[in-house]
């Protein structure tokens, strides 16, 4: 099983930014489509950022313009850059990396357990 671990959540104003890291136990992301979701008390879990093995990206709504996923296969490390955060922005942010059919013929599903990221006003 292939272990992935988050960083880079911490508390910060209004305004700020922080830079999430999504390290992997193994060399899987270059298969992998991997996204970051994001869950808040009481609500559902939210896909916020996404980028293919292939490197292509797409974002929520509510992100756009200050979220930037990035991936650096050499490192096994996909990155969450976040600027101009805002109160709402709070939640328990989650690395997800599930294979792509396109390039792989075994099916997983990873997830990290999350890193804590806290925007105060």
């Known amino acids: 099983q292939v272990r992935l671990v988050e960083s880079g959540g911490g508390l910060v104003q209004a305004g700020g930014s922080l830079r999430l890291s999504c390290a992997a136990s193994?060399?899987?992301?270059?298969?992998?489509?991997t996204g970051w979701y994001r869950q808040a008390p009481g609500k559902e879990r939210e896909l916020v950022a996404h980028?293919?093995?292939?490197?292509?990206?797409n974002y929520a709504d509510s992100v756009k313009g200050r979220f930037t996923i990035s991936r650096d296969n050499t490192k096994n490390t996909v990155y969450l850059q976040m600027n101009s955060l805002k109160p709402e922005d709070t939640a328990v942010y989650y690395c997800?990396?599930?294979?792509?059919?396109?390039?792989?013929?075994?099916?997983?599903?990873?997830w990290g357990q999350g890193t804590q990221v806290t925007v105060s006003s």
């Open positions: 997800n990396a599930k294979s792509n059919p396109v390039v792989v013929i075994g099916k997983f599903d990873y």
């Open positions: 193994g060399s899987i992301f270059s298969i992998s489509n």
């Open positions: 980028i293919t093995s292939g490197g292509i990206t």
